[in-house]
């Protein structure tokens, strides 16, 4: 599977977010969106990810950014994993990780020796016409958000 690059459409979804209600990418025209894609709720290095996105969106929100994370888990573990962290954007349920191959973060992974299918930690920065202006594949969680910050600093001021 391929990975969505700059330049693409981004691949529209209609997925249920942590609250029950349905979010899709084509209703977010005119907006930049981060979207981003991790293994699982609560665990080390997406909970600090999305601690990170959480703690810097009101600089998100002055670029005119909307956050949205990624996963595989259901809506009662993105709820418990949302109150537990306080977060401040809408978690997404991809249960059957269509949009994560659509997008090309389910991946072929190798731990210690064992292959599996999952999420490969990645983000995509959509521009307000629904286009991929950014990617990051097989993100390292330190240091992301102000990578994406960045990214979207950049994007304005070439506007």
């Known amino acids: 599977m391929d990975w969505i690059g700059e330049g693409a459409v981004a691949p529209d979804f209609v997925l249920t977010s942590d609250q029950g209600q349905k979010v899709s990418l084509k209703a977010l025209n005119g907006h930049l969106v981060v979207l981003y894609f991790y293994p699982a709720d609560d665990t080390p290095g997406c909970t600090k990810e999305a601690c990170n996105f959480r703690d810097r969106q009101p600089e998100f929100s002055r670029h005119g ?40 973060a389910w991946r072929e992974k190798n731990m210690y020796g064992k292959k599996s ?41 070439a506007r």
């Open 65 to 104: 950014a909307v956050v949205l994370g990624v996963s595989p888990d259901d809506v009662q573990s993105h709820g418990k994993f949302r109150d537990k962290h306080g977060l401040n954007f809408p978690l997404l349920v991809d249960r059957d990780h269509q949009v994560a191959e659509l997008y090309g």
């Open 117 to 157: 299918m999952g999420i490969q930690r990645s983000t995509f920065l959509i521009g307000p016409d629904g286009v991929v202006r950014k990617v990051w594949k097989r993100v390292s969680v330190d240091g992301h958000d102000q990578q994406v910050l960045q990214a979207l600093e950049a994007l304005q001021a």
